[in-house]
């Protein structure tokens, strides 16, 4: 009973820090998902020097709504809400689909991401366990949404990839480089830092569950 206590006062110095880290984890999330979401280097294609001459300008550079094509933004050309899906084949139709479920989720945990800073905020200056724990769970929850997004731009790409490689033929893509850019790594980083937060959350509304039932237990 006494190593227990001698604990309790180590928990009740540290919940304070506890949720600080918490609510710094929780802001740095918010801001490296709106960083990503608003910048243009989730996918990168860039050519082989050897095709300069003929190729210079098609390399590109590409958000969730924008490419950047030989230094000239199409802001239209993946809007998946405005095409008319009678001109495209099944899989074209389904790739549209999967891009539509990737502006809606990805955006929609950002702002999760915002109201679960408020219900931090509360939960945290009121101290009660119950808030505490809802709002962990919230943000796991936030972390899932992130992870969906990212994981479907992944396999959107991929499969993006292959289908140009079976219209052009694996000679078309010899010259061509691709590979994710940091923007979807900042997505990757928000994703681990909910994930942190909600874990933080958590451990901090087991801290009070335990200080307040240790006069009961002494």
Not at 4 to 17: A, D, E, H, P, Q
Not at 96 to 107: F, Q
Not at 142 to 165: D, F, K, N, P, W
Not at 204 to 214: C, G, I, N, P, T
Request: with cysteine; aromatic share 10%; net charge neutral.
């Amino acid at each position: 009973m006494r190593e227990l206590n001698l604990r309790l006062c180590r928990m009740k110095v540290t919940f304070g820090s506890l949720v600080i880290v918490a609510g710094i984890c929780g802001i740095l999330s918010f801001a490296f998902l709106a960083t990503s979401l608003g910048t243009d280097y989730w996918y990168i294609i860039k050519m082989n020097p050897v095709n300069t001459s003929d190729f210079e300008d098609m390399s590109s550079r590409s958000g969730l709504w924008t490419i950047h094509e030989g230094g000239k933004m199409h802001t239209g050309s993946i809007d998946s809400f405005k095409a008319d899906y009678s001109r495209y084949s099944e899989t074209e139709v389904h790739m549209l689909n999967m891009h539509s479920a990737i502006v809606v989720v990805l955006p929609l945990s950002l702002v999760l991401l915002l109201f679960g800073g408020i219900c931090g905020l509360v939960s945290s200056l009121a101290r009660s366990p119950v808030l505490l724990t809802s709002t962990a769970c919230y943000f796991f929850i936030c972390s899932l949404l992130t992870l969906s997004g990212v994981s479907l731009y992944i396999i959107y790409s991929y499969q993006a990839l292959a289908e140009t490689e079976r219209l052009v033929g694996p000679e078309g893509l010899a010259h061509v480089h691709t590979s994710f850019g940091w923007s979807l790594g900042m997505a990757w980083l928000s994703y681990g830092l909910e994930l942190l937060t909600g874990a933080l959350l958590l451990i901090a509304a087991k801290m009070l569950k335990r200080q307040h039932s240790s006069p009961a237990m002494a």
